[in-house]
Structure formats: structure tokens, C-alpha cells
């Protein structure tokens, strides 16, 4: 099992910058990468950013050039950096694990509200 604890939501004015934090715990050693996902009100969960073990890194195309996954392999910690920030960012955003195998790990989620 891996546990995921998310910080850093809130509320900002479009054209700000926040920054996710999520810290994994747990049986990390079964993890392939981690990456952060949203989910606005009445739409589905998107995947924004991902990061795997080897550094490597995939945006969704809304946030390229905005949004920054980077990774903290010695503290199990990865973050979200989101500059440039627009009201259709509105959502509540999930830190992800990624085992080998098997379903993601799911953090308990953080509410990032964007005001025009």
C-alpha cells in the first residue's frame, strides 16, 4: 500500500502561481512514477502531469508551458508548480502513484480555485 498526502490548494487570481506538494509513504519501492490529476465539477478526471522514476515527464496540452511536475526521490515527495494560472484551472487536484502493476494510488485531494 502507498498513502499520499496533498498540500498547497487554494484560492488565487487568474495569472497567479500556486504549488502542490504531495508526500507518498508506504511501500514506495513498487512505484513506476507519480503524477497529478484534476477533476472539475461535472467533468471526468484528467491526468495534467506525470513523472516516472527515470525523470521522464508528460503534460496534458492545457498546462504545457505552465505547469512543472518535478520529483524528490530521497523525501517520496513530488510536486505540482502551476504558473500562469486560468480559471478553467478550477478543480480538485489528485497526487497519483503508479505501481508496476495494478490500480493507482489516489491522494485525498487538494480544491485549487482560480478567480477571473
Known amino acids: 500500500q502507498v498513502q499520499l498526502v496533498e498540500s498547497g490548494g487554494g484560492l488565487v487570481q487568474a495569472g497567479g502561481s500556486l504549488r502542490l506538494s504531495c508526500a507518498a509513504s508506504?511501500?514506495?519501492?513498487?512505484?513506476?512514477?507519480m503524477g497529478w490529476s484534476r477533476q472539475a465539477p461535472g467533468k471526468q478526471r484528467e491526468l495534467v502531469a506525470r513523472?516516472?522514476?527515470?525523470?521522464?515527464?508528460m503534460y496534458a496540452d492545457s498546462v504545457k508551458g505552465r505547469f512543472t511536475i518535478s520529483r524528490d526521490n530521497a523525501k517520496n515527495t513530488v510536486w505540482l508548480q502551476m504558473n500562469s494560472l486560468k480559471p478553467e484551472d478550477t478543480a480538485v487536484y489528485y497526487c497519483?502513484?503508479?505501481?508496476?502493476?495494478?490500480?493507482?494510488?489516489w491522494g485525498q485531494g487538494t480544491q485549487v480555485t482560480v478567480s477571473s
Open positions: 497519483a502513484a503508479m505501481p508496476a502493476y495494478g490500480p493507482w494510488y
Open positions: 508506504g511501500s514506495i519501492f513498487s512505484i513506476n512514477g
Open positions: 513523472i516516472l522514476n527515470d525523470g521522464s515527464t
